[in-house]
């Protein structure tokens, strides 16, 4: 790609070449900085998750123990808001849950450690150096790279977003049921 610049001591514009694979790199930069924010965000919603849930599941059965042995209707809210945090922090395990499998292919990704951790140092830098020799190789790899790890946090979200509607829903129903029978027995 060419630019003009003035060059103030000649006067005329000067023709500056810039590198080729500048764009191409800030690209990559981007999208990694990117996917590893929003896996570092996914990561700390399901921590936040897991920790609130299992506050919640502490206070309940601490608290609502005595009250279920002298009035059994207090019951059902209180199964339901278990059962609500127990999903809602299953799905959030789920979320956060490390993934190191191999494709179905049995390809070995060598820019991600879970699929060449099996290989050894010198084989892996063998085959390092032979996919940096084809420029067209290597940006396939760093492409198909970007989309796996890509789907990897779409899964996080999808897990992430079951569990917080789970809670959404399961945590309001089971205090409304709650305050309606308690409620109906004053």
Known sequence: MLKNVSN???GSPKKVKRKKGGSVQTVYKTLLTNLVRLTRIADQKAALMISVNSIIISLVLSF????IRENHIVLLPT???NVTCILAI????FATRPNTKKSKNDEVDL?????FSDL???DYISAVKELMANEEDLQEKIISSIHSQGMV????YKYLKTGYNIFMIGFP???IIYFLLMTSLF
Do not use: D, P, W
């Open 111 to 115: 820019l991600f450690f879970g699929h």
């Open 90 to 93: 299953t799905y959030s395990i």
């Open 8 to 10: 103030a001591n000649e």
């Open 79 to 81: 199964v339901i808001l």
């Open 153 to 156: 946090l779409h899964k996080k």
């Open 64 to 67: 609502m123990f005595g009250q």
């Open 173 to 175: 129903i089971s205090v």
């Open 120 to 122: 050894n140092k010198t």
